[in-house]
C-alpha cells in the first residue's frame, strides 16, 4: 500500500500541475502563455503524462483511475511488480489518485496565485481546474468520454504487449492526439482523478470572482471514464488472443 500511495501521489499531482498549468498559462489573463490555443494545451497535458509516468514509476505508473480499472477488468495478475490486481489494492490506488490531483491542482494555482488574483470570469477560473462540455448534454457528454477513454486504455494495454515495450513518450503522443481529435465536446478528462481532485481544490480554495464548481457535471468525466476503460479492458484480451 505504502508503494501505491507514495507513487501515485506524486506521479498524479505532477500530471495535474503540469497539466493544469498549462491551462492556466494559456487561459488566465496576463501570463506570458496567454491566448496559446488548444495545441498549447493539447501538447501540454501530453507532456504532464510524460513526467508524471517516470514520476510514478513503482507503483506502474497508472495515474488514472481509468487506467487502473482496465487493468483490473482485463484480468491482469498485477497491477505492477510485485502489487497484485485485487479490490483493495484497486481502491488504494483510486484514492492516491485523486488525493495526488488535488495537491497538484493546489500547486499550480499557487505558482499562478497572481494571475487567479487578476482574473474576473469565473468560467475561465473554474476551466483551469476541472472540464466542462462544450455543449451540455449529460448522456452525449458521457458517451464521448467514454470513447476517449476507451481509446486510451485500450491503446495503453496494447502498449504493454508490444515487443519494442513502448513507453511513456507514446503514452503522451496519445494524449495529444486524443485531444486534439476527440476532445473538443469535452475537454477530455479521460481521466476521473484528474477532473474529481482539481474540481475539489477549486471548490474549497480561497480564489476570487471563482463561482461554483459545477457538481452537477461532475459525475461525467467519473462515469464516461469508468464505461471506456471496462469496455478497453474486456476488449483487450480479446486482440491480444488474436
Do not use: C
Not at 10 to 27: H, Q
Not at 101 to 115: P, S
Not at 221 to 230: D, E, H, R
Request: hydrophobic letters at 50%.
Amino acid at each position: 500500500m505504502e508503494t501505491i500511495f507514495l507513487f501515485e501521489i506524486m506521479g498524479t499531482a505532477t500530471l495535474t500541475l503540469l497539466g493544469g498549468g498549462v491551462v492556466a498559462n494559456a487561459l488566465l489573463p496576463g501570463a506570458k502563455g496567454n491566448g496559446g490555443g488548444p495545441l498549447m494545451i493539447h501538447f501540454g497535458w501530453g507532456l504532464a503524462v510524460f513526467a508524471a509516468v517516470y514520476v510514478s514509476w513503482g507503483s506502474g505508473a497508472h495515474i488514472n483511475p481509468a487506467v487502473t480499472t482496465g487493468i483490473f477488468v482485463s484480468g491482469e495478475a498485477e497491477f505492477a511488480d510485485g502489487i497484485a490486481a485485487n479490490v483493495p489494492h484497486m481502491l488504494a490506488y483510486f484514492a492516491a489518485q485523486v488525493i495526488g490531483a488535488f495537491l497538484g491542482a493546489v500547486a499550480a494555482w499557487l505558482a499562478y496565485k497572481k494571475h487567479y488574483d487578476a482574473a474576473d470570469d469565473p468560467g475561465v477560473i473554474k476551466g483551469t481546474f476541472s472540464t466542462d462540455p462544450a455543449v451540455r448534454s449529460y448522456g452525449w457528454n458521457t458517451t464521448t468520454e467514454a470513447i476517449a477513454t476507451f481509446v486510451l486504455v485500450l491503446v495503453i494495454l496494447l502498449f504493454g504487449a508490444t515487443p519494442s515495450e513502448l513507453g511513456p513518450l507514446e503514452v503522451a503522443l496519445l494524449v495529444v492526439g486524443i485531444g486534439a481529435s476527440l476532445g473538443g465536446p469535452t475537454g477530455y478528462a479521460i481521466n476521473p482523478a484528474r477532473d474529481l481532485g482539481p474540481r475539489i481544490a477549486h471548490a474549497v480554495l480561497p480564489i476570487r470572482n471563482k463561482g461554483g464548481s459545477d457538481w452537477a457535471y461532475a459525475w461525467v468525466p467519473i462515469v464516461g471514464p469508468i464505461l471506456g476503460a471496462t469496455a478497453a479492458g474486456l476488449t483487450a484480451p480479446i486482440l491480444l488472443a488474436g
